[in-house]
Structure formats: C-alpha cells, structure tokens
C-alpha cells in the first residue's frame, strides 16, 4: 500500500496498461453528459416526457454527481480509491443497463441519477489513482495530461457516438456503450491497478456529507434555472441557500479533527490559484460552447450529425494539445503554458465577435478551433497543480475539487456567458412576441407564418442571436485575459507543499 509520493520510482508496464484502464470510464462518464443530446427527442417520444421531465434526463446526471464529487472524492482516500472505482463502475453499469431498457420516463430519471452516482465515485477515483500509480513527478505530468486529453475526448465523441448509434439501433444503444466498458475495468482494475487508502482514515462526517449535497445542489441548479429563465426567485433563492449552506460547510470543515474536505488546502497559493484559473476557463468555453452549437444548428442550418463533425477537428486539437502539454512543461513553467493557452482562447473569443448571421460558419468555426484547443493546458496541468499542492492522502480531496470545479464552472459558463448572448437577444427583438424568448421559439413560431413573413422573422432572429453571441465572446475573452492574470500572478512560482 503506497504511503507517500517519490520523484525516483518510475512506472512501469503494469502501471501504462492500468493507465488505460482508468482512461476508459473517463472518456465514458464525459461521453454519457453528451451523448444524449441526439437521442433525447426520441427517448421523449417513446416514454411520453414532458419538456419537465426532458429535462431532469439530462440535468439530474450532472446534479447527483456535482453533489457528491466531494464526499466520494474524501471516501476513497478512506475506504480506498480501487475500491471505490470498482464500487462507481458497478453502479453505473447497472444503471446504464437499466436505462437502456427503462418502461418508464420515471424509471429513466431514476437510472440518470444512478449513473450520476457510480460516476461521482468514478470520477476522482480516476485522477487520484494516476497520482499513486505514477510516482515520478514527469511520468505522473504525462498521465494526467492522457486524462485530460481523454476527458476531452469523451466530450467531442458525445454527440457523434450517439448519431451513430441512434441511427442504427435506436436510443437505448446510447445507454449500453457504458455496460461493457464497466465490465472491462471491473475484470482489469484488480489485476493492473494498485489498491491506495491512507493510514489517518477516519469516520467519515455524515453532517458534512449532507451539508456538501445541500451547498453544491441548490448552486448548480438555481445556475441553470437562471439560464433558462434569467433571474427570478426560484435561482435567487435556490443560489441564497446554497451558498448559506456553503458557509455552515466550510466552518464545519474548520472544526473537525478530520474533515470531509480540509478547507486549509486553499491556503496554499497554487491550489487556490489553480482552481481560480480553471474555474475562469471553464465559464469562459462553457457558455459559448452553448451559443457556438445553437449557431451550428439554428443560424447555419447543420443537422447534429454534421454539427458533431464539425466540432472533431476543434476536439482532436484539444486532444493533441493536452497530450503534448506536459512534455513541454518540463522545458517551459508551467505556469506560462496555462497562460499562453488562455492568451490564444481570447484572441479565438475575440474572433468570434466578427462573425455575422448570414455567411459566419467559417469565421465561427476558425474562431472556436483557436480558443477550444487553448483550454486544454489548463486541463492537462491544472490536476496535477492540485494534487501537487495537496498531500498524498489527500488526493482524493483535491482531484474531487478539480472535477467540482470543471462542473461547476461550466454551469456557471451557460448561466453568467449564455446569459449575456440572451440578454441581447431579448433586447433586439420585439417585446411581447412569442419570439422573443430564444431563437428557438422564433424559428417554431416562423414555420406558422406564411413565406415571406417567415423568412423576415427567421432572418431576424438569427441576426439578433448572433449579436447576442459576438457580445458573449467579448465576455468570455475577458474571463480568459482575466485567467491568463491569475495564472501568471500565482502560479508562477510553485508554493510549498501544504502541511495538514
């Protein structure tokens, strides 16, 4: 059982194929937050959903595994991070099982939410375990910026896997990708992978548990109610508790010989700062990203098969760059690497508030394959920042806080930036219309106009939704010249190790 972290052990066979291992439920859990986006209609369709209940599939996966990345994250440093990997990839192909051939839309919900439990126990079991198989601190750089790439990787695939596969089986195909990937982990994991827990276990702090859910729950889900709804009481209040519960978290933290989440790591300047730098990345790609595939399918007419292929280029930059980042961050600081990609993400945002409604696809596609590609030195190094800045034992802790942050920040991207582009939408069109909402009623109510009347409508919609998008890259720009400042500010030079 590992103890401690040494730069002279290196890795060796063993530990490259259980790498890979460990890469496959990660490019499965970021693939299953997309790869419903096509088969969604069709599910709707089949089990008689609601717009309601369309949307809990979707967002009841994120909130129950935002809610626990933190707690499963502290448990698995505890009970051990083999186990729990185990114990995630059980629960989530079970529930992917189930779903695929889900009766119900409540049966279906309930299997999202599954699935969002096996992978808030996956997700940090996942980076946490790198950090124990890869001792030597370049091998470790070189693994952790694999996973990065293949956290990308999962995300570009979403939406082409589930074309594929809708077009040739039928949705619940969508949901048994994940069955025999979980079987092959469960079958790998114990042979290739070491088991890790730390000698200062304790009991784990049932209040603290309830109190991380109560904090991170209401926050991420009054972000998306007001993405949805801009701001009204139902955010205000969800956001209001949230964060009060937040507070009674951290003093609760404060408190206890062993704490859930030891609030003392974000003393350390390059944990904090790390987790600032990715967070500012994160609501800068998570709200355009929204607005970049609403244009790719509503203003320049891709079905979401093209619109899947369109973005593989941008992903496949991503995947490159994040490989290779971590071999050049032992000849260049790290911290300039992170500022250079964020640097390169506000000239692509900066690009994007050139593009217009009527001929924009190729100066919107040239600026998102230069911003998309800019986040991924922050994926690749900030995790290992972060677990860097943290002790062994509690690497769990911090790769929870790393995954927290990515879910949270792009909740927070389609809340604060989407916001922005609706916002301007809103203000161009004509009030008390039902097209003034989003392009996509404007587009519903066009198809009940006659021809020219239509069109006009249409045109003007599209007009009014890109202005709202060259204003929301405008902000995203400054959240990534923002980040670029923190980065070279605070990570610059590495702070000591903090002693907990």
Known sequence: MSTGVSTEVRAGTREWLGLTVLLLPTVLLFLAMTVLFLATPYIAADLGASSTEVLWINDIYGFVMAGLLVTMGTLGDRIGRRRLLLTGSLIFGAASLFAAFAPTIEAMIGARALM????????????????????????????????????????????????????????????????????????????????????????????????????????????????????????????????????????????????????????????????????????????????????????????????????LPAALLLIVVSTVTPTLARHVQPAYLITAGLLLSAIGYLVLTQVDSVAGLPVLLTGFYILYPGIAPAMALVPGMLIGAAPPEKAGEASAVNSTAADLGTSLGIAIVGSVGTAVYRGTMSE????????????????????????????????????????????????????AIVSVTLLRKPAQLTQV
């Open 432 to 483: 008390g219309t039902p097209a003034d909402e989003s392009l996509t009623d404007a587009l519903a109510v066009a198809q009940n106009l006659p021809g020219a009347a239509g069109e006009a409508l249409i045109a003007t919609a599209r007009m009014a939704f890109t202005s709202g998008l060259n204003v929301a890259a405008v902000a995203a720009a400054v959240l990534a010249l923002t980040g």
């Open 116 to 311: 969002g439990l096996g992978a808030a126990a996956l997700m940090p079991s996942t980076l946490s375990l790198i950090s124990t198989m890869f001792q030597n601190e370049k091998q470790r750089a070189t693994a952790i910026g694999m996973w990065a790439a293949a956290v990308s990787a999962g995300v570009a695939l979403g939406p082409l896997v589930g074309g594929l596969l809708l077009e040739a089986f039928g949705w619940g195909a969508a949901f048994l990708i994940g069955v025999p990937v979980t079987l092959l982990v469960l079958i790998a994991a114990p042979l290739l992978i070491p088991e890790y827990r730390t000698a200062k276990a304790a009991r784990l702090d049932l209040p603290s548990v309830v109190l991380s859910m109560t904090a991170v729950l209401p926050i991420v889900y009054g972000i998306k109610e007001f993405a949805k709804a801009g701001l009204g009481p139902v955010p205000v209040v969800a956001l209001l508790a949230g964060l009060a519960f937040g507070v009674v978290f951290v003093r609760r933290q404060g408190q206890l010989a062993s704490p859930l989440l030891d609030v003392r790591l974000f003393a350390n300047r390059t944990f904090s700062g790390a987790v600032g730098v990715f967070l500012l990345a994160a609501i800068g790609l998570g709200g355009i990203y929204l607005l970049f595939t609403q244009y790719l399918q509503q203003v320049a007419g891709l079905s979401p098969l093209t619109a899947g292929l369109a973005i």
